[in-house]
């Protein structure tokens, strides 16, 4: 059984594309949930490796989500990559 969580509120892209500009605020938000996310994956030995506005979605409800981990990869301890 596969359990997916619901992201209604789209992802990054479409919502640069259809808002042209972003509030600063808005932006900050988003980058500081983004660089969590990347620190969360990086914690546990995963490199994403296609880190993308299409593959930010967010939830509607003010969270932000990375997928698409179809290329990454599992680093090793003192791995150079």
Same mark, same amino acid.
């Given at each position: 059984?596969? =359990? ?7 992802? @990054?892209?479409?919502?640069? !594309?259809?808002?042209?500009? /972003? %509030?600063?605020? +808005? ?10 996310? =990347? ?7 995963? @490199?994403?490796?296609?880190? !993308?506005?299409?593959?930010? /979605? %967010?939830?509607? +409800? ?20």
């Amino acid at each position: 059984m596969m =359990v997916m969580e619901y992201a209604g509120g789209g992802d @990054l892209y479409n919502l640069v !594309k259809k808002s042209k500009n /972003l %509030l600063e605020e +808005e932006t900050k938000y988003i980058f500081k949930k983004i660089a969590q996310a =990347v620190a969360h994956c990086h914690c546990r030995s995963v @490199l994403h490796r296609d880190i !993308k506005l299409d593959n930010i /979605l %967010l939830d509607g +409800e003010g969270g932000v989500k990375i997928c698409d981990f179809g290329v990454s990869r599992l680093m090793n301890k003192n791995e150079i990559i």
